[in-house]
């Protein structure tokens, strides 16, 4: 019943910045995530966050780079990527569901998904 749908996507060139949204059709479980997967690589966790807490956990490879943020009053979540780098360059998934473990596996409710693609 839950939809997630994300936005925000588009091309920008090496050093800027985008801001992708996951806007949820109702209360969104406790856990929500972003993942990318880029051309040719599996599909990677790259932020989650905690809905009661707000707690979050990044990977590696963008700690201070991105920042997920959530907005519960509108069942919305986000996620700020600035210096993006050619790496960067993947289809965005939003995510959520009731546990972290399963969000961080990839076990969840999905979104279909944003082009983000960062020029040289």
């Known amino acids: 019943q839950v939809q997630l749908v994300e936005s925000g996507g588009g091309l920008v060139q090496a050093g800027g910045s985008l801001r992708l949204s996951c806007a949820a059709s109702?209360?969104?479980?406790?856990?929500m995530g972003w993942f990318r997967q880029a051309p040719g690589k599996e599909r990677e966790s790259v932020a989650t966050?905690?809905?009661?807490?707000?707690?979050?956990n990044y990977a590696d490879s963008v700690k201070g780079r991105f920042t997920i943020s959530r907005d519960n009053a509108k069942n919305t979540a986000y996620l700020q990527m600035n210096n993006l780098k050619p790496e960067d360059t993947a289809v965005y998934y939003c995510?959520?569901?009731?546990?972290?473990?399963?969000?961080?596996?990839?076990?969840?409710?999905w979104g279909e998904g944003t082009q983000v693609t960062v020029s040289s």
């Open positions: 966050i905690s809905r009661s807490s707000g707690a979050t």
């Open positions: 995510t959520a569901d009731p546990s972290l473990g399963r969000v961080v596996q990839g076990l969840g409710i």
């Open positions: 109702v209360r969104t479980f406790s856990f």
